[in-house]
């Protein structure tokens, strides 16, 4: 005779840190270890919704959808002498530009307007434009199947490792300073001494949100007489949302110019003074690894869904046109699209950044500008300056009325390693460098395994939790020999900004600490931390699919066929520089009941 079952009893305080100890009864059968084997009886009861779970939480299989929503502002106007594209701009001088050409050479006539939508749109719908997108003297024959990668690429990626050694730039708003650091270094900030509530203070302000509480402490990069740990007094200048960029620390009696005003530096977070080695944070940009090619992504419209701004259009009548051709003209639109894989993602070999098992993936989208409308080629001083570029958060706000020079076209500290592909068409062969061809420029598509940056981030061991510091951007500019804009020629002009990476979350950790010695508690996992001073591990619990707990907390989403279905609602924002970039943060309402 013996237990059919092996049976494990844990004690709920030993599997969940909330979870409660409860009496349990088991009835132990007592049966036949073997028993007669009966031809064709082959009958046994099963649980179909314990099968399904237990196939559920066994599968590593991922197809992520996604359903984006484009927000773009057409906000910057010129004009061009190449006759494909000039012939196919959003007009804004028609009137007094058909005039001009009746009184003079239609050479010498410019026809200011914006791009069209077109040339920003997920999915290219100008596929039958003469003289365009078809010949005769066409810049390219479209071809249908390619109307979806002409604009963008999208992937899917995974943050697999972060990079502590990215230099970074921001100037802080109110100094004007230009601070340099990096990333590894921590939160730069620069010294202003005041006064609060009649206590002598200085306040450490800095370009990027610091993420202390009032009661913590900063370890600065510099020391004061020995000393480089001080503890946070209070945040904020008084200024609304301030709180987030200006670290106080109370002024004893400071000597000397070690806090002078205007003096810059760099801190690190630390929660407990008294255990510096377990809640001291680190500083980080996560890097991402391609997960699919290109070819792997299908963008389709979402049905009849749109955003909520509508189209933007006017008919253009053939006397207002430069070729005399009819047309309807978009300057924005509102579709919205969904995007979907055509190849399964296995999630079992791969670990995030943290090696844990990994809980996320992220969209990312990848500006291709394949027309040629985009980049272009600057020559000045011998070097050429092309290709996309990349910066954070704190690095796009205007200095002054212009670009931050992060974004100046020298700067190769801004440049992004993505290879990029120059082509010339017959209608092309003036007007670029020394008279030329013009260089229609474009990013080649990534593809499986290539690596790119991601946000800055921070970490901090005792909290088990990743905070984003600041997030990545790209930004594209005009093709400088194509297409003028109304300013002043600069290496450093005014372009469009996005964010690249968007995620998709697949489980979520527990938002409770769990600890204990891996001895006497069970299902201790593999990437948890060990605290050597308190000597135990501690870790955050992944939550099963399909488990919310009281607070909301959890994923679920299909499951079919061996597969897991998670999909995200996508707000993709193409952003004109200068313009509000700042997303507005929904706060749930606090967990507690009406007494409390």
Known sequence: MGNRIDTRVVLGSLRYKSAPDTTLGFKVPFIQTFKENVEFDRSINISLEQVYDDERQASTTFRPTGKFTLLFKNSYSGFTNYTPFENNLYYLNEEAATISQCQTSPQTVSWTGLPQYNEFDFVRTDYNIVGYTQPPNNHITFISK???TYNWNFFMSYAYENDYNKYMEAIEPKSGQLLQWTCGDGIPFVVFNTTYKGLDIVALRCPVKHGMLVGEFVKLSFNYFGTDTFQVYSLGDGASGSDEYVVNIINVGFLGGTFSN??????????????????TSEYYVRKHKILTNS?????????????????????ESSGYTPNQTARVSIKEGSQ????TFNTDINISPLLDNQKRPITELFFTTMWKGYFGLMFGRKKSNGVDYIGLKQGYEFNLPLIGSQPSPWWDGFNSDSDTPFPVDVYNTNMGNTGGPNGGPIPFTYIRSLKKDDVLDGDFCEWNDSEQYERVVSNLF??????????????????????YYYQPHTPIKLRVYSDYIESGDKRFVADVPDYSYFSEKDNQFIWRDIYPYGFIDSSGLGITYPFMNGTHYPYQDIIFRIIPEGTNYKEQILINDPVIDPCE
């Open 146 to 148: 390619s109307a979806s």
């Open 262 to 279: 205007g003096v810059e530096g760099t801190f690190k977070r630390i929660i407990d003074i008294n255990n510096p080695n377990d809640t």
């Open 295 to 315: 070819g792997d992504a299908v963008m389709v419209n979402a049905g009849f869904d749109l955003n909520i701004f509508g189209d933007s259009k006017k008919y």
């Open 336 to 339: 919205c699209y969904t995007l």
């Open 474 to 495: 790209h930004k594209f500019t005009f093709n400088r020999y194509m297409f003028s804009m109304d300013q002043v020629p600069t290496t450093n002009p005014f372009g």
